[in-house]
C-alpha cells in the first residue's frame, strides 16, 4: 500500500502512529534457539515500541508467559533445543486459548507441510524465513489486533452500556467462580430505585438515564472490593464475599443512607430518590439461591415503605 495524496498519507501516519502508540501496552514473545534470527525479530519488535520478551527454548518460553499476562503474541521458531516448535505450540494451547494469545510459528525449512503441523497444533499464521519486514509487520499486526479485537468484543458482551457497570451475565460468571472457589462468607444485596418511573415521568426519560449513571458511579465507588452489577432497568444487584453479615448489612445500610441524601442535579432541575434493599447471607449453594431470598427481602423492603434494608 503505497498511499498518494496527502490526505491519504496524512491518515496512514496517523493510524500508524496510534498503532505505535497502542504497542507500548502490548506484549510480544520470540522463541527460537538460533540467537541471531531470534534476534533480529526481537529488534524489529523493539522498533515497533511493542514490550518484547525472548526465550532461547520451550521451558524458559513458558515461564515468561506465565509472568506476563499482557503477552498478546508469541513468534515460535521450529527449532528448539527442548522442542520442536509444533510440539511447543500444541503444549502451550493447552493453557492459553486463541481468545488470550496469538500465535506465529516460523522456520527456514522448505517443508510444506510444516505450515499445516504448525496451524493444526494451534497456530493463527506462519511467517517463513528469510521474510521481508512489511510482511513480518503485517502478520504480527494482523495477529495482535485479532486478540485486541476479541479483548474488546468480550468487554462490550460483559458490560451495561448505560451505567459501565458489569452486567447481569458478567456477574452470574463472576459469582459463580467465586462460590466455587470460597464457599464460606457471602451475603448478597438487589438494590431497586424506589418509584423510578415518577422520576421518569416527571423529568424525563433522560434525567433518568442521568439517574442510573449516578448511582451507578456511587455504587462502583462504595462496592469497590465487591462485585456489582446492573442487573436491569433500575436494578442493581452487589455480591460481598469478605465480609460478615453484620459488616455487609453496615455497607448497605451506608449506601441506602448515602443515596436518600444525594442530590441530583441537571441544569436547573435537582433531584433525590431512594433505594430499597434486599440483602441475604444464605448458606446457599448456587448464586440462584441468594438471589431467591434477596429478592423476597427486596418485595418486604417495599412493602415495609421503601427507602429501607430488609435482611
Ligand atoms: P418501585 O418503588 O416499586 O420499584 O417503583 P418503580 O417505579 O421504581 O418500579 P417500576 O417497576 O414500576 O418501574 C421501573 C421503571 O424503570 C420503569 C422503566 O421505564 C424504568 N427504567 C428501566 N430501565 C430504564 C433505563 O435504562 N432508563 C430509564 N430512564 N428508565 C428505565
Ligand atoms: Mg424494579
Ligand atoms: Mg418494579
Ligand atoms: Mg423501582
Known amino acids: ?18 498503532r505505535l502508540e497502542k504497542n507500548k501496552r502490548v506484549g510480544v514473545l520470540t522463541v527460537g534457539g538460533n540467537n541471531k534470527s531470534r534476534s533480529a525479530i526481537y529488534s524489529l519488535l523493539t522498533r515497533h515500541n511493542f514490550i518484547t520478551y525472548q526465550a532461547a527454548n520451550a521451558a524458559s518460553a513458558q515461564k515468561l508467559l506465565q509472568a506476563h499476562p499482557h503477552i498478546k503474541l508469541m513468534i ?10 509444533v ?12 481468545e488470550q494469545l496469538s500465535i506465529i510459528g516460523t522456520s527456514d525449512k522448505a517443508d510444506p507441510a510444516l505450515l499445516a503441523n504448525f496451524i493444526k ?16 509487520f503485517c502478520r504480527v499486526l494482523q495477529n495482535v489486533e485479532y486478540v485486541e479485537q476479541i479483548e474488546v468484543i468480550k468487554r462490550t458482551a460483559n458490560t451495561d452500556y448505560l451505567t ?5 451475565r458478567h456477574f452470574f460468571s463472576q459469582v459463580s467462580d467465586i462460590i466455587q472457589r470460597k464457599p464460606e462468607q457471602r451475603s448478597l ?14 423529568y424525563g426519560h433522560d434525567y433518568g438515564d442521568i439517574v442510573l449513571k449516578e448511582t451507578a458511579k456511587m455504587m462502583k465507588k462504595h462496592f469497590s472490593q465487591d462485585c456489582v452489577s446492573r ?39 435537582r433531584i433525590q430518590c431512594s433505594i430499597s434493599i434486599g440483602l441475604t447471607h444464605l448458606e446457599a449453594h448456587t448464586i440462584e439461591d441468594l438471589l431467591c431470598v434477596a429478592d423476597e427481602h427486596l418485595y418486604k423492603a417495599k412493602a415495609k415503605g421503601r427507602n429501607c434494608v430488609i435482611q
Do not use: W
Open 1 to 18: 500500500y503505497i498511499p498518494k495524496s496527502n490526505a491519504q498519507i496524512y491518515e496512514y501516519l496517523s493510524r500508524l502512529l496510534t
Open 87 to 98: 510440539d511447543f505450540v500444541a503444549n502451550v494451547r493447552k493453557q492459553y486459548n486463541k
Open 189 to 202: 444485596a438487589l438494590l431497586d430505585l424506589d418509584h423510578f418511573k415518577n422520576i421518569n415521568d416527571t
Open 231 to 269: 442487573f436491569g432497568g433500575e436494578e442493581f444487584c452487589v455480591f460481598m464475599h469478605d465480609l460478615t453479615p453484620e459488616q455487609a448489612f453496615e455497607k448497605v445500610e451506608h449506601f441506602r443512607q448515602a443515596v436518600s441524601e444525594r442530590v441530583f442535579k441537571r441544569r436547573t432541575k
Open 164 to 168: 459501565g457497570l458489569p452486567n447481569r
Open 76 to 85: 515460535t521458531d521450529q527449532a528448539l533445543p527442548d522442542s520442536t516448535g
Open 121 to 136: 497444533s494451534g497456530a493463527n499464521d506462519y511467517l517463513r524465513k528469510p521474510y521481508c519486514h512489511e510482511e513480518f
